[in-house]
Structure formats: structure tokens, C-alpha cells
């Protein structure tokens, strides 16, 4: 298949699942997204204040049980995805009993904070800026109708101002760079009141259809490997392989709908109703709502310099592209197929961020619906003054001015060890892990990095080892240590850190990889296959690294054998990514 050929094939399947999608008989969830108007305001749709159409009552926490269910009905959903045969036809193959085992399995929510620490790079320790903000928090939850949500701010090591986030337990997570552009407590009482208000309107809780599209992908991939399967026996003109995609192609399009902007109104309207219902406890709790307006300022600043950053999307194109060529013109059927279909996927996502735009509403919109907002409820307001001593007080305390220099000599240090300035970065790595320093998260892998830069992998270790120290060390901290383990030949104590880590942070799919490849390393093949399984049950999107890993593969190499479908190793796992576990089920 000639690259030209791919590109074109993929455009038209594009257009084809568009309209199939589009046009499809109504059924509850599309009749659901039907009623969404994408250009619609949020604050036409009430008279009044937003805070006042609350209703008043305790803050209801996420329903852990029903998603148990749900996540164990969705994996149930996929193990009986066999195109026309039953699950009992497969009683007897141990792959169908492993991936049985998956289903039932149930899953462990992590709580917010091990999830801001799964995902960020190191979180903040203060106890004079955790005190300072959870005060702000306390005077904006006195003024909610919704009462008794656990808020709890942790400040992370994050230096970009609109990285912001709220878990669904009211776990949030605030950029030390937002604290250090703040103006006022103003512009810090609008960003939580913001997050705070994602937590108390339950909007965690709603994303009940993108649970169910991603049911529906998982079942349609592994539909679609089972096709593959029979495809790679028969000839590339297998119809049931043609008929497996196009279910994934219609999957794929559901999942980039949701994400990319064919609804926006869905993400935009709950950003919506966090500005406004954020702006009204600020005004509540006697804050200027100048602060507002300039936090939206900011944003926009943010945004405008994230525009300007080399868009990654044209070089994936490219290399799946080249991937595509090259599997089609080896015969390579399931590479192939799965190049087509992520080439699909990038050309829908930019199809529907056309039609839709982005996926939230721009900083200028927001400040003008907010504009508006101010024109229709507030006219009469009289805003207090503004209120910046606090917060002056606050960044001019000890602890607090030394963290930010701190912090600020640790991005230095990254950044230059980055660019092969090794004396200033260990110049700035120094002073970063100084003192009180000593053990935080980010300064220590800030350092570690620039001992990388200088080939000392003793040294980086230890500096991974000091951050494991501290009060909240995050995931990458133990990934990379891990790494350096490995490397060094203290197999064992890498493996035994990994089994700590997964355990710690209720089994994240971004270590089912480096564990999978450290049990295959070590002959544990038992081991690697049952957690081959997992993972594909647990997240889709880790399954292709998953499999990998199962090949022999290390995390992050990349590919460069040139296979597609072939023996992988491992029993029944085979090398297809899609396939996997399940290609013992026809020999």
C-alpha cells in the first residue's frame, strides 16, 4: 500500500464514518448529544445567579461502586466479543479463562492525591502555603449551597499558569507557577473557586457516555484482533476483518467526537458552569471579581504561547505514513490495518476540530460570557477592594520565599541540563536541593536529570533515592529509579520497587509496560502474561506498549524489527498488539 494510496483511503474512510455517524438511526446517546446546542451560551439557559439554581444539600462523592460495576461490565462486554462465537466455545483455552479472570477482577480507584501524584512531576511540600490556600478554600465553601465536599489544594511543581486540575474526590491541584504570577488573592480565589466547582456539580460523575464509547472501542478492538487473526490465515480479503474495522472505525469516530470537538458544548458547557458558579462564591466571599477577569488574561497569554509551540500532529502523519508503506508492502496485514486506523483517527480529530473547535472555550470567550454575566447579574455590585496583602505576606514568609527560589533554580537545572549546559545546571541543581529542598520530589529529579546529562548514573540514582525520602514522592520518581536499577544490574531491586509503586498507586497502567518487561527479562513468563491481560483490560491505550514490553521490547524503544503478526515469546501472546492473548484461539 503506497503512502499516497493510505492517505487517500484513510480520508475517505474518514468522510464515510463521519456520515455513517452523523446519519445513524437515533438511539438514547445520540439522541442525548442531538439536544446539545454547540454554540450556545450556558448563561441563557437560566434567569438569575447560577449558584442560586442549586440545589442546596451535601456534596454527593463519586459512585465508586456503580463504575466498579461498570468497569467490570465493560471488560466482560470485551472478553465476549468474539464475532458469532461464544465465550463457552472457548472454555477449554487458557487464554479465554486468563482473560475471564481480567473481567472479573475488579478494579481500585485511586484516591486524588495519588492520582495528581501519578501525573505530575513532583508536588509542592509547604505547610504555610497548604494553610494559606485551604484558608481561601474554607471562606469560598462557606458561601456554597452544596456543603461538606472534602477540597483539599496541593500544589504541584507544574510551570505552566493554566495547569490547573480537580480530581473527583475535591483533590486539586494547583501550579506553583500560578502562585507565582497571581496578583492578588483575587485571581487565587476565582482559580480554586473554579476547580472547587467542577467537584460540587459532579461533573466527574457525568461522563457516563465517555465510559460507554470506551466500552465500545475496547470490544471493537478486540473484535477487530480476532478478525485479524483469521485475516492474517486467509488472505487481506477476509470480510470478516472488513466489517471488524469498520465497527472500529465507527468506535474510533465516537471516541474522537466526545474528545475532539464535535460536542464541544459538552466540555464547554461545564466550563461554563465552573466560571460561573466559581465566580459567584468569589463575589460571595467578598472578593473582587477584577480577579476574574484577570485570570482570564493570563490565560490568554498561556494559550497564545501554547499556539505558538510546532504542532506535533504533521510529524506522526508523516511516520505513520512511512508505516504504513512499509507494512503493506511486506504483506504485514494487522500493521497495516492498525497504521490505517490511527491515520484515521488524526485526520477526524482534525476534521471535527473544524467543525467544533476547540475542545474548551477560548480565555477571550470565556472572559466575554463572563462580561456578560457581570453586565446581567452584577450591574449594581460595588466590589470590595482588592485583596493582595495576604498573599504578599504569604510569598514574603521564609519557608515560602525559599520554596520558590527553589523551585525556580530547579527548573534552571532541568532546563540546562536539557540544553548541555552541565556546570549551571549542577550549579542550579545544588542550590534547588538545599536545606528544607532536601528531599522534595521535583528539585531531586531535576538534579538526577542533570547527572544523567553528565553520564554519573551512581549519582542520579541517589538523587532519586533522597526524593523517595520525602513526604510525597511521584511516579516518575520510582519509574526512572527503576530504570537505573535495571541498568546497573540490581535486577531484583528493580522489579521489587515497580511491585511497590504498582501497589501503591492502585496498579496505574503506566507501569504494566516496565513490569511486563521486567518479568519477561527474568523468565517470569506466567507472570508477564497475566499482566499482559490486565492491562489491556485496564487501559486500551497501554495495550500496543503492553504487548511490546511482552515481546522483549523495553519501554520507549522503539520498534525497529519491521514485523507485524509473528510469534512473540510468550505462549499464547503474540506479537500483534491487538491480537495478543487472544491469537491462541484459532490453532
Known amino acids: 500500500m503506497s503512502s499516497a494510496r493510505a492517505t487517500a483511503c484513510a480520508a475517505l474512510l474518514a468522510a464515510a464514518l463521519l456520515a455513517v455517524f452523523l446519519l445513524a438511526a437515533p438511539t438514547p446517546a445520540t439522541a442525548f448529544l442531538g439536544d446539545l446546542d454547540p454554540f450556545a451560551d450556558t448563561l441563557d439557559e437560566f434567569d438569575g445567579k447560577f449558584v442560586d439554581t442549586l440545589e442546596p444539600g451535601p456534596w454527593v462523592p463519586p459512585l465508586e461502586r456503580i463504575m466498579h460495576e461498570q468497569n467490570a461490565r465493560a471488560r466482560k462486554d470485551g472478553a465476549s466479543a468474539t464475532f458469532g462465537r461464544t465465550q463457552d466455545d472457548w472454555t477449554d483455552n487458557q487464554a479465554a479463562e486468563q482473560l475471564e ?31 494559606y490556600l485551604q484558608g481561601i478554600v474554607a471562606r469560598l465553601q462557606a458561601q456554597s449551597p ?55 456539580l459532579g461533573h466527574h460523575d457525568s461522563d457516563w ?43 474510533q469516530g465516537v471516541m474522537f467526537a466526545t474528545d475532539h470537538g464535535l460536542f464541544p458544548s459538552w466540555n464547554r458547557e461545564q466550563e461554563d458552569e465552573a466560571d460561573l458558579l466559581g465566580f459567584d462564591l468569589m463575589i460571595r466571599a467578598g472578593y473582587n471579581f477584577q480577579g476574574a477577569f484577570d485570570v482570564m488574561a ?25 508505516q504504513i508503506a512499509q507494512s503493506g508492502s511486506s504483506g504485514q496485514f494487522s500493521e497495516a490495518i492498525q497504521g490505517v486506523v490511527a ?22 470567550d470565556r472572559f466575554d460570557s463572563l462580561s456578560s454575566y457581570v453586565d446581567r447579574e452584577y450591574g449594581d455590585h460595588v466590589p470590595p477592594a482588592s485583596r493582595s496583602h495576604e498573599l504578599t505576606e504569604v510569598r514574603k514568609s521564609t519557608e515560602v520565599a525559599t520554596l520558590f527560589e527553589a523551585y525556580r533554580d530547579a527548573d534552571r537545572a532541568y532546563a540546562d541540563a536539557e540544553a548541555g549546559k552541565l556546570a549551571s545546571a549542577e550549579a542550579a541543581a545544588r542550590r534547588a536541593t538545599g536545606g528544607a529542598m532536601s528531599h522534595h520530589a521535583w528539585p531531586r529529579y ?21 526524593a523517595l525520602r520525602g513526604e510525597r514522592p511521584t511516579l516518575v520518581v520510582y519509574k526512572e529509579l527503576a530504570d537505573l536499577y535495571w541498568r546497573d544490574g540490581r535486577q531484583a531491586e528493580s522489579l521489587a520497587l515497580l511491585l511497590r509503586a504498582h501497589e501503591q498507586f492502585s496498579r496505574p497502567p503506566a507501569l504494566y509496560a516496565d513490569l511486563i518487561y521486567r518479568y519477561q527479562q527474568s523468565g517470569r513468563t506466567q507472570e508477564a502474561n497475566a499482566l499482559v491481560l490486565e492491562c489491556r483490560y485496564r487501559d486500551r491505550k497501554a495495550g500496543k506498549v503492553c504487548q511490546s514490553a511482552a515481546e522483549g521490547r523495553a519501554p520507549g524503544e522503539p520498534d525497529t524489527s519491521g514485523g507485524g503478526a509473528g510469534g512473540g515469546g510468550l505462549g499464547t501472546i503474540g506479537a500483534d498488539p491487538i491480537t495478543g492473548a487472544l491469537e491462541g484461539l484459532f490453532k
Not at 174 to 181: F, K, N, V
Not at 214 to 226: N, P, Q, R
Not at 447 to 466: C, I, P, S, V, Y
Request: aromatic share 4%; no cysteine; charged share 25%.
Open 209 to 251: 457516555f465517555a465510559d460507554a464509547r470506551d466500552s465500545l472501542v475496547t470490544t471493537a478492538e478486540i473484535g477487530l484482533g480476532l478478525a485479524i487473526a483469521v485475516g492474517s490465515q486467509v488472505g487481506q480479503g477476509s470480510e470478516i476483518a472488513g466489517e471488524a474495522l469498520k465497527i472500529l472505525m465507527i468506535a
Open 298 to 322: 493570563k490565560l490568554e497569554r498561556w494559550e497564545a504561547e501554547l499556539a505558538a509551540r510546532p504542532d506535533p500532529r504533521q510529524a506522526k502523519l508523516e511516520e505513520l505514513d512511512r
Open 146 to 200: 452544596v456543603t461538606a465536599a472534602p477540597i483539599r489544594v496541593y500544589v504541584t511543581s507544574e510551570n505552566g499558569y493554566g495547569q490547573a486540575g480537580a480530581m473527583p474526590d475535591g483533590a486539586i491541584g494547583l501550579p506553583i507557577a500560578t502562585l507565582r504570577q497571581v496578583d492578588s488573592e483575587d485571581e487565587l480565589a476565582f482559580v480554586l473557586a473554579h476547580e472547587m466547582a467542577h467537584v460540587l
Open 446 to 466: 531535576a538534579f538526577h536529570k542533570t547527572r544523567l546529562a553528565q553520564g554519573n548514573l551512581d549519582k542520579a540514582a541517589q538523587n532519586l533515592e533522597l
Open 343 to 364: 491515520r484515521v483517527s488524526i485526520d477526524i480529530g482534525e476534521a471535527l476540530e473544524d467543525i467544533g473547535g476547540e475542545d474548551h472555550r477560548s480565555a477571550t
Open 101 to 131: 479472570t481480567a473481567a472479573e477482577e475488579p478494579v481500585a480507584l485511586a484516591d486524588g492525591l495519588t492520582l495528581l501524584r501519578m501525573d505530575r512531576p513532583g508536588l509542592v511540600e509547604s505547610p504555610a502555603l497548604d494553610a
